[in-house]
């Protein structure tokens, strides 16, 4: 079932929120509040993401993900991390979207 | 008046196609279709980040901040260089979240 909710009549500044309001809803699961724990980041890309999950080849591809965006190597994943992740999706979307 | 749209559940994935939809929408209104002229980009911002737009302090900033996006000078924006704009708000709000 999908959620409604009430956008304000900006759809880039409701997309920002959205943006911020799933990384958070996450984040605060366990440990710091505002990090996700690797396990906290695999809940976000199972629940998220689930198909691409499911289309990743090796079940250690997850893993190597967020090693990846774990860029200064603290076995979590900041905020200003995921906003590279938010950017790789973006460019891989609109990669599918130029190709059709 | 907000706008009610149904949501997939997955919160992540609405806000990528909210965030392309944005871009498209104001893309295809001159020139080319995949990317925003002066003009498309200056009608985003004062369409999508009013508050951002009335904050500014000198009228040419709108300008300087579309010269700052055109990373490759060819006086456009594509969607990856808009995506950098996404990254660089992204961080903005969350620098003012982590501050309240």
Redesign the interface.
Known sequence: ??????????????????????FE?YAKQEGKK?TLTKKEAKT?LE????GMVKAGKNSDDGDKLLESLDSDGDNEID??EF??F??C???C??FF??MT
Do not use: H, R, Y
């Open positions: 079932m999908g959620i409604l909710i009430q956008l304000s009549p900006n759809e880039l500044e409701t997309a920002l929120c959205m943006l911020i309001n799933v809803k505002d976000l629940k998220e993401l689930p905020f200003k906003s590279v938010v950017i999706l973006l460019c979307m609109t979207w130029e």
